[in-house]
C-alpha cells in the first residue's frame, strides 16, 4: 500500500531558502520574475503549476533535492523537457536536468551511457562513425532518459524492441536520497529495474542510464511526399510493403495538413500531402527495392531518402523541435484492410477538413512482440500504431482538436486494441491505457516498496 504524501502546499520562503542552501543550481518558485517562463514544459497546451523548480547543476543537486524533499514531504519529479507533460506534476517540486549531458560509448561493449538531460538528437550524433545505433524516436529533441523509462517506440524497434528494452542500468537518486546504480546482477534490484524500463518516473529519480546499443553499419531513410489527393494508391503501396517488410525496414503513412506556418518548411506552407516516411538497417540497394512499389505510387512531389548517419535519423520524419502547445495520442490496431483505408481518407485525406495536423500509421510490430529482458514496456504484436499530432494555437481550438481525435479512435474502433505505448497517450490520459492490470499492479507494488511515502511523481501516475 503506498502511503501518500499529503495534497501540495505552497512551499514557505524558509523551506525554499533550505533547498536553495543544499544545491548549486538555480531554485525557482513562484514570484521569480523567470518563473512563468521557467515552469512551462515543452508542450505548452499544458498550463503546468509546480510549487518550485530546481535547475540541477549536477546528480549531487538532485539527490540534495530528494533528501530536502523526504525531510519536508514534498513530491519531487523530473521532467528533463516537457513532451510528455500531464497535468500530474502540479504542486510538485520538478528537477531538470539539462546539465547532467555526459555522454560516453563503449563501442566494444555496445554500450552508451548518458545523463538525464542528453537529447536524442546528440547521443545519435555521438554514434556517428561508430556502426552502431541507439534507440531514437522520430523527434530528437527528446530526451533519452525521459523516453527510456516510458518506454520508447523507435524507427529501430521493429529489429530490436523498445528503447525501455534497452536500458541495461540506471544511476538513480532512491527514496532515501541514495546515490546508487541499479544493475541487472544485483538480484535485490530485478523489481526496481524492470519498472524503469517503461514504468516512467515513479520509483526513483533518474541521474543516468547505460543503454545498449545496436549494430547499424548502414541506414537508408527519408521521405516521399505525394499530393493528398494521390493518397490513395499510397497507402495501398504502404500497405503492401510492411506486409512483407523484413523488421530492419520501417515504414510510415501520414496525411499531413501543414499550416502557413513559420516552422515549416516555405515551400510546403499550407500543402496537404500523404508521406511515407521510411529507416532500413541496410543497403540502399535493398531498401530501395523493398520501397520500389511507392515509387511508382503516385507522383512524388518531395523525395528525402539517402544514406543517413546515426545523427541524421532524428530528422528524417522533420517534426517541430522548438516548444509549442501540441497534442499526441495513439491507438495500437491489430489488423488494417480496405474498409480502415477507406476511413483513413475519408476522415483525414484530402478535402476532410481534419483540424489534425498529421494522422499517422506506423508500422510496429516485429522485435516489439518478443521478450528481450523483464521490462514493464511489455510486448504488443499488432502490426499498426494510429496517432494523431496537431499544433493547437490558441487553447480555444483544443475542444475542436480533442473532438477530431475522438472521432478518429472512435471510427476505428472495430480494428483497435484501444491500447498504446505510454508515450502516446494523450497529456490527461492514464497509464492504464498504456499496460494491462496485471503489469499495473506490479508497478503499484514495486512503488509501494520503492518509494513508500509516495515522494516521486512521474507524468503518468502508477495509481492513478
Ligand atoms: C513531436 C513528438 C514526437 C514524439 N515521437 C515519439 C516517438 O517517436 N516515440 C516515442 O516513444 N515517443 C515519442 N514522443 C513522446 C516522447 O517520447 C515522450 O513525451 C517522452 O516522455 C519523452 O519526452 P521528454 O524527454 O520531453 O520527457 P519529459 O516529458 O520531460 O518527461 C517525461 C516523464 O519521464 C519521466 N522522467 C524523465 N526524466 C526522468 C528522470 N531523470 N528521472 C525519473 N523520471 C524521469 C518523468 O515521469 C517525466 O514526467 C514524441 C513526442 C512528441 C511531442
Redesign the pocket.
Known amino acids: 500500500m503506498v502511503t501518500e504524501i499529503a495534497a501540495p502546499q505552497p512551499l514557505d520562503t524558509t523551506t525554499l531558502d533550505e533547498l536553495r542552501a543544499a544545491v548549486s543550481g538555480a531554485v525557482l518558485g513562484p514570484g521569480d520574475p523567470e518563473w512563468d517562463a521557467a515552469r512551462l ?3 505548452r497546451l499544458v498550463d503546468q503549476q509546480p510549487a518550485a523548480l530546481v535547475v540541477a547543476a549536477d546528480a549531487a543537486d ?1 539527490a540534495a533535492t530528494v533528501r530536502w524533499a523526504a525531510r519536508h514531504g514534498v513530491t519531487v ?10 497535468a ?2 502540479d504542486g510538485t517540486v520538478v ?1 531538470r ?1 539539462a546539465a ?1 549531458d555526459d555522454i560516453w560509448v563503449d563501442t566494444d561493449a555496445r554500450v552508451a551511457r548518458v545523463g ?1 538531460g542528453v ?1 536524442w538528437g546528440d547521443l545519435q550524433t555521438a554514434l556517428d562513425g561508430t556502426g552502431l545505433t541507439g534507440l ?4 530528437p ?7 527510456s ?7 529501430f524497434s521493429r529489429a530490436f524492441g ?2 525501455a528494452a534497452s536500458i541495461r542500468a540506471a544511476e ?1 537518486v532512491d527514496a532515501t536520497g541514495a546515490q546508487r546504480w541499479v544493475r541487472s546482477d544485483e538480484p535485490a534490484d530485478a523489481d526496481l529495474l524492470w519498472a524503469l524500463r517503461g514504468g ?8 543516468a542510464l547505460e543503454l545498449d546499443l545496436h549494430p547499424a553499419p548502414q541506414i537508408y531513410g527519408g521521405l516521399l511526399a505525394y499530393p493528398a489527393e494521390a493518397a490513395a494508391p499510397v497507402l495501398r503501396a504502404f500497405l503492401d510493403v510492411t506486409r512483407s517488410a523484413p523488421e530492419e525496414l520501417t515504414a510510415w503513412f501520414t496525411l499531413m495538413h501543414l499550416p502557413d506556418a513559420p516552422f515549416i518548411p516555405a515551400e510546403l506552407r499550407g500543402l496537404s500531402l500523404a508521406v511515407v516516411t521510411a529507416t532500413h538497417l541496410g543497403s540502399a540497394d535493398e531498401a530501395e527495392r523493398l520501397l520500389a512499389p511507392l515509387r511508382t505510387a503516385g507522383p512524388v512531389v518531395r523525395d528525402t531518402l539517402r544514406p543517413v548517419a546515426p545523427g541524421e535519423v532524428g530528422l528524417l ?1 522533420e ?2 523541435v522548438d516548444p509549442v502547445p ?1 497534442v ?1 495520442a495513439g491507438t495500437r490496431l491489430h489488423a488494417f484492410d480496405d474498409t480502415a483505408a477507406e476511413a483513413l481518407l475519408a476522415l483525414a485525406g484530402a478535402g476532410s477538413g481534419t483540424p489534425l495536423l498529421q494522422v499517422q500509421l ?1 508500422h510496429v510490430g516485429g522485435a516489439l512482440a518478443r521478450e528481450r529482458v523483464p521490462a514493464a514496456a511489455g510486448t504488443a504484436d499488432e502490426p499498426y500504431l494510429l496517432t494523431g ?1 496537431t499544433i493547437v494555437p490558441s487553447p480555444d481550438l483544443a475542444p475542436l482538436v480533442s473532438a477530431a481525435l475522438d472521432q478518429l479512435f472512435t471510427t476505428f474502433a472495430p480494428w483497435s486494441t484501444g491500447t498504446a ?4 497517450l494523450d497529456r490527461d490520459e492514464s497509464i492504464r491505457r498504456a499496460y494491462p492490470a496485471a503489469t499495473i499492479d506490479r508497478l503499484r507494488a514495486v512503488k509501494a516498496a520503492a518509494d513508500p511515502a509516495g515522494l ?5 501516475p502508477v495509481d492513478a
Open positions: 514544459p515543452w508542450n538532485v519529479s523530473a521532467q528533463p523537457n516537457g513532451h510528455g507533460a500531464s500530474a506534476l528537477v536536468t547532467l538525464a537529447k531514437i524516436g522520430s523527434n529533441d527528446v530526451t533519452v532518459v525521459g523516453y523509462l516510458s518506454g520508447g517506440l523507435s524507427w523498445p528503447g538513480v516512467g518516473g515513479e520509483f526513483a529519480l533518474v541521474t520524419a517534426e517541430p501540441a499526441l506506423r499530432l505505448p505510454l508515450t502516446f516521486f511523481r512521474g507524468n503518468r
